[in-house]
């Protein structure tokens, strides 16, 4: 696949009327505003960056200097806390509130979990993962933005730059965070940073972390141009397919008929890294050439949707007509139908269901009355 990055935006100017202006057109700030007068609190992290870029989000980062969850609480009822790390995210007129207290971060091991102290703004910016990532803008008084390390430079150059050498080694997910701002932003790793990304050691960390990041990148927009890089660098067991088949995924749920039959990170996720299974499963089906309905349905039999999808995204065009049309065929006879009709509880109802369904598929019945006719043919045979 080749990599395709996007122009990065003019940003906008960095005097405080300007930041000022930009701050106030962010929805929710106005109520943030409103319910925490007199609060020093700052606006951080993806916040300042997207409104340097200008663009919009659905959701703002909030860093005090004080208790997270008091904060929060001002704001109304959180959603969801976490002490240990001393963040809280509470909804405000729809927008989603991500508070944390600002903090120091230290890790006992390489890809540990951080031990967490209170500590200053500085700090708290200090201990970030990239320089872009790593500015505030206060919420009350001049809009004046912090930017100790050059983030917003950064931006302007279309540079992603670590904030310190053992970022990586520390936490090997920012590595794939590294992926996924590249391809969103069209940032190229500076030299230093493109160097200790084949440090990266996503061995240390929980598959769970490795699994919720990668999930993060692969629903993206961007995502196919993040896996690639991903493969460039090395990293996540990313084959040179895997930017393909999720854009391919991307297209396939786009078609109505196959909206809804399976979860798009799911799908997602299983083209990224197909598992053992899969990989079976869609090379039988993609192999595959049923020349009737019923015969096709055989085939799928225990087969997964995220299987299924896989497999039409390698070829197996003909379970379009599984998604369109065989998936929703049912009978109008039950089996208390074959019961009525004298044939005993076992296993021939099961058999005669099967048969009238399988003609059913194949076009060659309608109706109640010729689906018990064949029913009972075949429940009745020895």
């Known amino acids: 696949m080749v990599v395709t990055v996007p122009v990065v935006p003019t940003l906008i100017p960095s005097d405080p009327e300007s930041l000022g202006d930009a701050l106030c057109s962010l929805e929710g700030v106005g109520e943030l505003r409103e319910k925490l007068a007199g609060t020093p609190v700052w606006l951080v992290g993806g916040a300042v960056r997207d409104l340097l870029l200008g663009k919009?989000?659905?959701?703002?980062?909030?860093?005090?200097?004080?208790?997270?969850?008091?904060?929060?609480?001002v704001l109304g009822e959180p959603e969801a806390t976490q002490e240990s790390?001393?963040?809280?995210?509470?909804?405000?007129?729809?927008?989603?509130?991500?508070?944390?207290?600002?903090?120091?971060?230290?890790?006992?091991?390489?890809?540990?979990?951080?031990?967490?102290?209170?500590?200053?703004?500085?700090?708290?910016?200090?201990?970030r993962d990239?320089?872009?990532?790593?500015?505030?803008?206060?919420?009350?008084?001049?809009?004046?933005?912090?930017?100790?390390?050059?983030?917003?430079?950064?931006?302007e150059a279309g540079l992603l730059r670590v904030l310190h050498p053992g970022s990586f080694a520390d936490d090997p997910t920012r590595a794939l965070?590294?992926?996924?701002?590249?391809?969103?932003?069209?940032?190229?790793?500076?030299?230093?940073?493109?160097?200790?990304?084949?440090?990266?050691?996503?061995?240390?960390?929980?598959?769970?972390?490795?699994?919720?990041?990668?999930?993060?990148?692969?629903?993206?927009?961007?995502?196919?141009?993040?896996?690639?890089?991903?493969?460039?660098?090395?990293?996540?067991?990313?084959?040179?397919?895997?930017?393909?088949?999720?854009?391919?995924?991307r297209l396939l749920l786009a078609d109505p008929s196959w909206s809804g039959i399976v979860v798009p990170r799911t799908l997602a996720?299983?083209?990224?890294?197909?598992?053992?299974?899969?990989?079976?499963a869609v090379a039988r089906l993609a192999a595959a050439r049923p020349e009737r309905p019923s015969a096709g349905m055989d085939l799928i039999q225990g087969t997964r949707p995220v299987e299924l999808a896989m497999a039409r995204i390698a070829g197996a065009e003909w379970?379009?007509?599984?998604?369109?049309?065989?998936?929703?065929?049912?009978?109008?006879?039950t089996g208390e139908d074959l019961l009525d009709a004298g044939i005993e509880q076992g296993p021939a109802v099961g058999r005669g269901l099967a048969a009238a369904l399988a003609a059913r598929l194949d076009g060659e019945i309608t109706g109640r009355e010729e689906e018990l006719r064949v029913a009972l043919g075949a429940a009745a045979a020895t």
């Open 177 to 249: 965070r590294a992926a996924r701002y590249a391809a969103r932003l069209g940032l190229e790793p500076e030299p230093q940073t493109a160097k200790l990304l084949g440090t990266a050691d996503l061995g240390t960390v929980s598959a769970d972390r490795v699994d919720a990041e990668l999930g993060r990148l692969v629903t993206e927009a961007s995502g196919p141009e993040a896996l690639a890089l991903l493969n460039r660098w090395g990293l996540a067991a990313i084959d040179d397919e895997a930017a393909d088949r999720v854009g391919a995924a």
């Open 130 to 155: 990239f320089t872009i990532n790593a500015m505030a803008l206060p919420l009350f008084g001049p809009a004046e933005l912090i930017d100790p390390h050059g983030g917003r430079a950064d931006l």
């Open 269 to 280: 996720m299983e083209a990224a890294r197909p598992g053992e299974e899969t990989r079976r």
């Open 319 to 333: 379970l379009d007509a599984w998604a369109r049309e065989w998936r929703t065929v049912a009978l109008e006879i």
């Open 85 to 127: 790390f001393g963040t809280a995210t509470v909804r405000l007129a729809g927008i989603r509130i991500d508070v944390a207290s600002t903090r120091l971060e230290t890790y006992p091991h390489p890809g540990s979990l951080p031990v967490v102290e209170p500590a200053t703004l500085l700090d708290d910016l200090a201990r």
């Open 56 to 73: 919009e989000r659905a959701d703002l980062d909030l860093a005090i200097e004080g208790a997270a969850a008091e904060t929060a609480a």
